[in-house]
């Protein structure tokens, strides 16, 4: 509704504007001096021609004879010939005293009445721009205030909610013509971060899930299989060595099912939920004891500290290390336990033929592989994983070669 006043007052003052300017401009082309009073004083001159203290004053004229002679001005500015009245378009108005005819140049003032009146046009037309541009200024202010910049703030707040920013809502101002569409904007905002809390804590769980799975499930398969095995070793029985290789068969199966459900999820490790807390240190053995099921780990020794840890994620990277050293290397086990700084370390290591210097660095990425693993089955997650799940404790993985031999290193922070 603003809006049509708004473009209403534009246009109508735009028509005042030039209606004004033609009625002025027509004015200052058809003046002319009054009739009646240019006869009042040719009268008043014939009756008092004798007395020029009695001529009107109302007027400037001069009077001239039959032979073009002034015998009466009544101002410097008045025609002083019929040559010059014509050419100043002044009126002429002839008169008869005693036989004898005699002419009367009024000056019309046309020059001056057009020149006041041309700056009374000019003021006029000015001052009706003026209002105009304020008009316009205002409009102009209008439309920035109640739509453009509500327009601009809609289009910003939607960038921000399609790069994932749900906790600035929107400001709403009811008063502008975007005030509902503010408002559902604002709700929608709301019901997406609620429905994105959602979404994350399903898939928290979905990864948690995962997680505890591949662990809950390798740990006793690996057993199922030593143990499978270690009797179809012992096994005199034929019969009996073929239902053991069928277990251990399957328990391959198994291995395999849940390394590609922990693949499925690889793309969210980074978002699996880490609980460090304060553990003392003893709880080392039991996590070991756990992972080697082959009993290849020699006697070790682990000192006293606190430290910070997340049990369940320190066991799969316990895990994977043990299980990659019975894979490449299939010798016992020697752990390394001291303190360094504020870091109890424990130093894996085996007596394999280790890896190639090259390719070293490239084992904790996702997916690789060293070159002594190709008839060895494997995702070339194991390491990836567990550096990941160590940094998110605080503290530090790093693998190396030995002299001979691979060396796994965990650095657990000290509280």
């Known amino acids: 509704m603003k809006k049509r006043y ?6 109508l003052s735009f028509i005042i504007e030039i209606i004004t300017v033609i009625i002025l401009v027509n004015n200052s082309y058809s003046y002319k001096n009054d009739t009646i009073k240019i006869n009042e004083l040719s009268h008043e001159i014939e009756l008092n021609f004798n007395d020029i203290t009695k001529y009107p004053n109302y007027y400037d004229y001069s009077i001239i004879d039959d032979n073009g ?7 410097i500015n008045t025609s002083k010939s019929l040559t010059e009245a014509y050419k100043n378009k002044d009126t002429i108005v002839d008169i008869n005293i005693d036989s004898n005819t005699y002419k009367i140049l009024i000056n019309n003032n046309l020059e001056e009445y057009i020149k006041n009146n041309n700056s009374f046009i000019i003021i006029t037309v000015l001052v009706i721009s003026i209002i105009q541009l304020a008009i316009i200024i205002t409009y102009f202010i209008y439309l920035q205030k109640n739509i453009l910049n509500p327009f601009k703030d809609m289009k910003a707040y939607a960038t921000r909610i399609s790069s994932g920013d749900l906790d600035i809502p929107l400001t709403m101002d009811k008063g502008n013509n975007f005030g509902a569409f503010t408002e559902s904007f604002d709700i929608m905002r709301e019901e997406l971060k609620k429905a ?11 990864r948690e899930l995962v997680a505890k799975l591949s662990h809950d499930i390798k740990t006793p398969v690996s057993s199922i299989k030593s143990t499978s095995e270690l009797g179809s070793a012992i096994s005199k029985d034929e019969k009996n060595k073929y239902y053991f290789d069928v277990i251990n068969a399957k328990a391959d199966q198994i291995n395999t099912l849940v390394s590609n459900l922990l693949i499925s999820s690889l793309e969210d490790l980074d978002k699996i939920s880490i609980s460090p807390k304060k553990c003392e240190s003893f709880i080392l ?7 080697d099921y082959l009993v290849k780990v020699l006697e070790y020794k682990i000192p006293q500290v606190n430290i910070y840890i997340d049990r369940i994620r320190l066991q799969q990277v316990i895990d994977n290390i043990i299980s990659n050293s ?13 303190i360094d700084n504020s870091y109890l370390c424990l130093e894996f290591i ?10 070293l660095p490239l084992l904790t990425e996702k997916f690789k592989r060293g070159s002594n693993s190709e008839s060895k089955d ?5 390491l990836y994983i567990s550096k990941t799940f160590i940094n998110e404790m605080d503290g530090i993985f790093e693998i190396k070669n030995g002299n001979p031999g691979f060396i796994a290193i965990i650095k657990l922070r000290i509280i």
């Open 196 to 206: 994105r809390k959602k979404e994350k804590e399903a898939n928290d769980t979905k």
């Open 6 to 11: 708004f473009i209403l007052l534009i246009i």
């Open 326 to 338: 019975y894979k490449y290397a299939n010798t016992n086990i020697n752990i390394n336990s001291y």
């Open 69 to 75: 002679n002034v015998i009466y001005s009544s101002s």
């Open 378 to 382: 494997g995702t070339g997650l194991g």
């Open 285 to 291: 053995y039991d996590l070991i004891k756990n992972s």
């Open 350 to 359: 085996d007596y394999g033929s280790g890896v190639d210097e090259l390719e």
